[in-house]
């Protein structure tokens, strides 16, 4: 079966498990920010889910997880604004912000206090 079936057919579990939990699909296993965040890296990078959701705050993102290259920033970011309802502006945007999954969520928190 290919990673892609698979991804598809966790996509799926995930859905029909939200679905009973009253979770839209968006935040599907994300009772916290941290986790809503996880699942759009798992979403845009088609990271290992186990890989994304053991991600902890001192956790590398760019540089040290080859999906997250340069090209795959504006993906993420853009996904990130539509999922979270938040508007990222170019000049918020620095390699600190996405050198651990730590900075990530903290700009994205910040972010959602201000929304």
Same mark, same amino acid.
């Given at each position: 079966?290919?990673?892609?079936?698979?991804?598809?057919?966790?996509?799926?579990?995930?859905?029909?498990?939200?679905?009973?939990?009253?979770?839209?699909?968006?935040?599907?296993?994300?009772?916290?920010?941290?986790?809503?965040?996880?699942?759009? $890296?798992?979403? =845009?990078? *088609?990271? &290992?889910?186990? +890989?994304?959701?053991? #991600? /902890?705050?001192?956790? %590398? @993102?760019?540089?040290?997880?080859?999906?997250?290259?340069?090209?795959?920033?504006?993906?993420?970011?853009?996904?990130?604004?539509?999922? $979270?309802?938040? =508007?990222? *502006?170019? &000049?918020?945007? +620095?390699?600190?912000? #996405? /050198?651990?999954?730590? %900075? @990530?969520?903290?700009?994205?928190?910040?972010?959602?206090?201000?929304?």
């Amino acid at each position: 079966m290919s990673s892609h079936a698979v991804s598809h057919n966790d996509r799926t579990q995930d859905v029909e498990a939200a679905a009973s939990a009253n979770i839209s699909p968006q935040d599907t296993d994300a009772s916290t920010l941290g986790d809503r965040l996880k699942v759009i $890296l798992i979403d =845009v990078l *088609e990271l &290992d889910r186990d +890989d994304a959701m053991a #991600l /902890e705050a001192e956790s %590398g @993102l760019f540089g040290h997880l080859p999906e997250l290259d340069s090209m795959a920033v504006a993906g993420l970011l853009t996904e990130i604004e539509d999922r $979270l309802d938040i =508007v990222i *502006e170019d &000049d918020e945007v +620095d390699g600190e912000m #996405l /050198e651990t999954f730590g %900075g @990530l969520l903290t700009f994205v928190e910040e972010k959602t206090a201000q929304a």
